[in-house]
């Protein structure tokens, strides 16, 4: 029973240490897709993270405003 206290740190410890940073492909990704299409297509402004120090997420930005901007242009040719 006197374990218990270590045990419910050590878990905590391990949660906090696997938390998803911010500053990934993924999130830049879905950052610049949203900024791509939504500037592309005229829609509203496009809040982001925009975590420009880190590598990782300025090239998940870039490729998913190209992916964001070629989405739109695909929607406008199939109308």
Known sequence: MKKLPLYFLLLQALLFGCS????TVESGYDDG?????????????TIIHEHWDSAEYKKGYDM????????????NSNM
């Open 33 to 45: 897709f949203a900024e791509g299409y939504n500037t592309q297509c005229r829609k509203k402004a």
């Open 64 to 75: 998913g405003s190209k992916d964001g901007i070629q989405a739109c242009l695909n929607k």
């Open 20 to 23: 998803h940073d911010e500053k």
